[in-house]
Structure formats: C-alpha cells, structure tokens
C-alpha cells in the first residue's frame, strides 16, 4: 500500500477538520473527517473511550480513501506483534517481536510496510509521546491534543470535558 516513509509523510501533512471539531468524552466513540492540503488524501480520527475499563481509550488515524490505519494509541488495551519479523521490519520494531502488551502497558501501533495496517506496535514510552499513562480525567484531554498535534490536525479539537 505505502512505504513506511510514505506513511510518515502523511502523518505529516497539514490536516484540517471537515465538519465538527467536537469530541465528547461522553460517547463511546467520536469521529473527525480531516482535509488535507493535498486533496487526494482525506483522513479520519476515531475515538474510543471504552465505558467499562476505567481509563481506557484509543486514539486511531487512518487515510479515509484507502482504509490504512496509520497510527493509533492504546490505553488500558492489549495485543500482540507478530511472532516473527521479516528482513525489512524497521528495526526499532526488532526488539518487540512477539511482544505481548498487557492491559497496564500503553502502546503506540504503527502501519509498517509489507504488514497488515497496525499490527506493529510500540511501547508508548518508546515511541517518545507526550502522555504516557492516563490515570485521570484529565489526561484524556492532553492525550487527544498531543495525538491531534501528532498527525498535525492545524485546529484545535473542542473536548467536551463533562466526562464519563
């Protein structure tokens, strides 16, 4: 689909917001459509605050022509990466073959080339994002900020902050 290079690239691009910019934290789960300053990329940005796992959400962008899951964060959420890696896997994915994360340990996935669209994932710490734990309702706000300045969404999300 793309080159791990093309997939960093459009995580890069200036993004606008199409429609609402509102996301409210009482919904289980909040869509954004986001615009492009190239006009043959569309891209959306999902949440998922999760009602019964206190703390826990998802953040997840993906190109919206395509479907392809470009980045997407975990809090309170499992997985596993492949068991086994190939020749081309990026190696600050090497160390994390077959790495099981738990419930308690926050993760970033990553679309790699020649993979399923994130099924790699990194430690939270590891990847270098701003918040690394949630474990009050404030952090949900800093961590869809920092997530919305991540994939460079140019406005300012509206958090509906009468939370959970």
């Not at 940005?45 to 899951?69: A, C, M, P, R």
């Not at 430690?123 to 997530?147: C, L, N, Q, R, W």
């Amino acid at each position: 689909m793309y080159s791990d290079e093309e997939a960093e690239e459009l995580l890069e691009i200036p993004k606008h917001v199409d429609g609402e910019n509102k996301v409210d934290l009482k919904q289980s789960r909040s869509r954004i459509n986001l615009l492009s300053e190239d006009e043959n990329y569309r891209f959306i940005l999902d949440l998922h605050v999760n009602k019964k796992i206190e703390f826990k959400l998802s953040l997840h962008h993906q190109e919206n022509q395509t479907y392809v899951g470009l980045l997407r964060i975990d809090y309170k959420g499992r997985h596993t990466n492949p068991a086994e890696g190939r020749e081309s896997l990026p190696h600050r994915f090497k160390p994390f073959i077959g790495k099981c994360f738990d419930i308690d340990e926050p993760h970033v996935h990553c679309y790699v080339a020649g993979y399923k669209p994130l099924v790699w994932a990194l430690p939270i710490k590891t990847y270098g994002f701003a918040v690394t734990t949630i474990s009050e309702h404030g952090h949900y706000m800093d961590a869809i900020k920092h997530f919305a300045e991540k994939i460079n969404i140019r406005e300012e999300l509206e958090i509906q902050s009468s939370l959970l």
